[in-house]
């Protein structure tokens, strides 16, 4: 199993991005997704989960109402919309299973500063 993740990138507070996660060999439709994140110095945190439908999602509080999970099963790809950025956003971002069940791929760098 592989993950690709992708867009992050240089952002100002308040600003928006849409980070996608590829996954590659697995069934990707029976299983449920998830975006963490790291920060720098800080352990690796949950951020968003989704199921394998998309009709049931989670969110970190630090989050909730401000980032969006989705997924596109013909795509095999789950993304997440994160909107009204805030400093304490900056962060490697990453895709996996539930309760991180394969290994992890390269992430995407997010970085919100003025």
């Known amino acids: 199993v592989q993950f690709v993740e992708s867009g992050g990138g240089l952002v100002q507070p308040g600003g928006s991005l849409r980070l996608s996660c590829a996954a590659f060999?697995?069934?990707?439709?029976?299983?449920?997704m998830n975006w963490y994140r790291q920060a720098p110095g800080k352990v690796r945190v949950l951020v968003a989960a989704?199921?394998?439908?998309?009709?049931?999602?989670i969110y970190a509080d630090s989050v909730k109402g401000r980032f969006t999970i989705s997924r596109d099963n013909s795509k095999n790809t789950v993304y997440l919309q994160m909107n009204s950025l805030k400093y304490e956003d900056t962060a490697v971002y990453y895709c996996?299973?539930?309760?991180?069940?394969?290994?992890w791929g390269q992430g995407t760098q997010v970085t919100v500063s003025s």
């Open positions: 996996n299973g539930p309760g991180a069940l394969w290994s």
């Open positions: 060999g697995l069934d990707f439709r029976n299983y449920g």
């Open positions: 989704i199921g394998s439908t998309g009709g049931d999602t």
